[in-house]
């Protein structure tokens, strides 16, 4: 297990995952055009909804690699991890429509797993990551959201208290 470089991994997935929230509060509605256009599939639902916005995977795959470069990784390090992180909150998001639940709604587990799991099971391509890292990183950003989350909402940063 390398703890050092989990931690790093760690701080690189709340980046990911905060940029979008923090370009929601500073830019409002502007440039929040949703990922899918509003695009319906034949059970009538998004395909993911419009809290998946453009400038949100814009901001996370800005920030990351910044933020990974700042930490001394190759940019594309962020850039795995923003990527992998949006794609496994589109997941969540495609999977939670097709169960009928609505845009920001929670599901534990399907709201924090892949979101993490992902982008750290593609950093193997880059970092000696091991599986122990994954189990335990995806472990530790589900927990840290469970904990984290409501008290981003009392500050005002998060819009939902999950």
């Keep these: 297990m390398h703890p050092i ?18 370009a929601k509060k500073g830019l409002g509605d502007q440039f929040a055009q949703p990922v899918d256009g509003g695009l319906p599939l034949p059970d009538g639902q998004p395909l993911f909804g419009p809290a998946k916005t453009v400038r949100g995977v814009i901001f996370s795959l800005l920030a990351t690699p910044l933020a990974a470069w700042l930490m001394g990784f190759d940019w594309q390090v962020g850039a795995l991890i923003a990527a992998g ?15 009928g639940l609505p845009a920001s709604s929670m599901a534990i587990g399907l709201d924090h797993v892949p979101e993490s799991l992902f ?7 880059l970092l000696p990551v091991t599986f ?4 335990v990183g995806v472990a530790i950003f589900f927990a840290g959201g469970l904990i984290l989350s409501p008290i981003l909402f009392r500050w005002h ?6």
């Design 5 to 22: 470089l989990l931690f790093q991994l760690l701080i690189l997935l709340v980046v990911a995952n905060g940029a979008p929230v923090f």
């Design 85 to 99: 992180s949006v794609a496994g909150d589109l997941f969540s998001s495609f999977v939670k429509r097709r169960l």
């Design 119 to 125: 982008p750290l099971a593609a950093c193997r391509l």
């Design 132 to 135: 122990l890292d994954i189990f």
């Design 157 to 162: 940063i998060r819009d939902r208290p999950y």
